[in-house]
């Protein structure tokens, strides 16, 4: 089975400032995709970003930016020119490509981002 | 176009009545999750439909939940003699295909007093 770890429970930044949220999987098998959610407090889970194992560049959406380390299993993310409506829970979730059958999506427990103004 | 539907947003029942939650995915969506997320936590998975393979149905914490999808389209959730326990957001989603991101619906809110 797979298991997502997200270390830091709560977080904080200055509006303006950059924020990194870590995410470490734990998984034997090759081929999967990697995923950050953003969760606001209308509770509407929204895709930031995502990331096939396959590929070594690392994914980039606008402000935000994942560090892809497989061999280390981290799945980082980064949010630069943090804004105030970046608050929200953010989820770290994989899925595994065993090719058939299921694509069990696997979430972590989630990092709670505060941007102070 | 529309998104997940799931109906209705807000449930309150009493201890051991039985439930049902509506999801209706993405219009040829052939993935369907259901998620179960208590206050302030992560996703707990439950269930998992792929077409017509058989459902992942590794994640039901216990038999008194169960899930249908119907014609590879809606899905519901039943639980049978709610436990209090059993108060969470219920969050279904939809995917195209693997390796797509799930979207997601805005989650039925259940409490059971």
């Known amino acids: 089975a797979q298991t997502v770890t997200q270390s830091q429970p709560e977080m904080s930044v200055q509006e303006a400032e950059t924020v990194t949220l870590s995410c470490t999987y734990d998984?034997?098998?090759?081929?999967?995709?990697l995923f950050w959610y953003k969760q606001p407090p209308s509770r509407q889970m929204i895709l930031v970003i995502r990331?096939?194992?396959?590929?070594?560049q690392n994914a980039t959406e606008n402000r935000f930016s994942v560090n892809f380390q497989k061999a280390a299993k981290s799945f980082s993310l980064k949010i630069s020119d943090s804004q105030l409506g970046d608050t929200a829970m953010y989820f770290c979730?994989?899925?595994?490509?065993?090719?058939?059958?299921?694509?069990?999506?696997?979430f972590g427990k989630g990092t709670k981002l505060s941007v102070i103004p | 176009g529309a998104g997940v539907s799931q109906s209705p947003s807000n449930k309150v029942t009493e201890k051991g009545k039985d439930v049902e939650l509506r999801c209706d995915p993405i219009?040829?969506?052939?993935?369907l999750y259901w998620y179960r997320q208590s206050l302030g936590q992560g996703l707990e998975f439950l269930i998992y439909?792929?077409?017509?393979?058989?459902?992942?149905k590794s994640g039901l914490p216990s038999d008194r939940f169960s899930a249908e999808r119907t014609g590879g389209s809606v899905s519901t959730l039943t639980i049978q003699r709610t436990q209090q326990e059993d108060s969470a957001v219920y969050l279904c989603?939809?995917?195209?295909?693997?390796?797509?991101?799930?979207?997601f619906g805005q989650g039925t809110r259940l409490t059971v007093v």
């Open positions: 979730a994989f899925m595994l490509d065993s090719g058939a059958g299921s694509y069990q999506l696997t």
């Open positions: 219009s040829g969506h052939t993935a």
């Open positions: 990331q096939e194992a396959y590929k070594q």
């Open positions: 439909f792929q077409g017509n393979s058989a459902p992942d």
């Open positions: 989603a939809s995917s195209p295909r693997r390796g797509i991101e799930a979207f």
């Open positions: 998984t034997s098998e090759n081929n999967y995709y």
